[in-house]
């Protein structure tokens, strides 16, 4: 929660009580936002939310997005091995809460958190990391996705990236570097979690656009954001006729791996 609540936070906490209503995002730019996680009181950190030049108000990176949070949540869920030879990136960070408390949670493994090259939002993200004391461990690399990525570094064991997917224009760029960052190895593994307001053909189109690029769904689960429920990703299914409060409860956790062709 933030230290300090913005009226939008009041807001949308209001909506939430009142109404069953999910929030999508939370804080507001320039606004700090402590996180603790359920699972280990002890593992904590506080951001600030970017807030990016105007040209690039588009790019939607002013909040802290509820896949973040649920990644976050989950962090376990990521299988990240806790040694010095492991790898981790997130794309599309944001404020950075993934990227940073898998720093925190785990000293030994180094981590890039990457982000478009807006300088507001690099500064911001910049920040987060020498505010939770991981600079030694977690690099901040500017990437524009479908550029040349050998700036990220080391192939990646593991990539995490959350509600990045909702701009189809953008999927082709983001396979284009998932495929030069991703180690090739059996038991790299990409992690998407995107919210389901993305919208389920938006996902499927993704998802069909990642298999033509060598990579296998390994899994694709619809997972309550209350931590409550599951059920299998089915992109036909008919949230009815309260679709959008109904699609605000649930975010798709989405596994790639390489073919066995490609390894």
């Excluded at 981790?88 to 898998?102: Q, R, T």
């Excluded at 593991?158 to 495929?179: E, F, G, I, K």
């Excluded at 190895?185 to 992690?191: D, E, K, L, W």
Aim: with cysteine; hydrophobic share 40%.
């Amino acid at each position: 929660m933030s230290d300090s609540l913005e009226p939008e936070d009041i807001l949308a906490s209001s909506l939430e009580s009142l109404y069953d209503y999910t929030p999508i995002t939370h804080s507001t730019p320039g606004a700090l936002f402590k996180y603790t996680s359920p699972n280990d009181p002890e593992l904590s950190i506080t951001l600030s939310t970017p807030d990016t030049a105007a040209e690039n108000w588009s790019l939607h990176a002013s909040s802290i997005w509820v896949s973040a949070l649920y990644i976050a949540d989950h962090l376990s869920e990521l299988g990240i091995p806790d040694t010095e030879t492991t790898h981790i990136l997130e794309l599309g960070a944001g404020a950075g809460l993934p990227s940073i408390l898998i720093a925190k949670a785990h000293p030994r493994v180094h981590v890039v958190a990457s982000d478009y090259p807006d300088d507001n939002l690099i500064h911001a993200l910049e920040q987060n990391v020498a505010r939770n004391d991981v600079a030694g461990r977690c690099r901040v690399v500017p990437h524009a996705w479908g550029a040349d990525s050998t700036a990220l570094g080391s192939p990646f064991d593991v990539v995490v990236a959350a509600d990045t997917l909702w701009n189809s224009a953008m999927h082709a760029s983001l396979l284009t570097t998932l495929c030069g960052v991703l180690a090739r190895t059996p038991g790299a593994r990409v992690h998407l979690v995107a919210g389901l307001h993305t919208g389920r053909y938006t996902l499927g189109a993704f998802l069909r656009e990642a298999e033509g690029r060598g990579f296998v769904v390994a899994e694709a689960v619809e997972r309550e954001v209350s931590g409550v429920g599951q059920r299998a990703w089915d992109v036909e299914r008919d949230e009815g006729v309260e679709a959008e409060r109904e699609r605000r409860k649930w975010v798709v956790w989405m596994v790639l791996r390489w073919g066995r062709e490609v390894v």
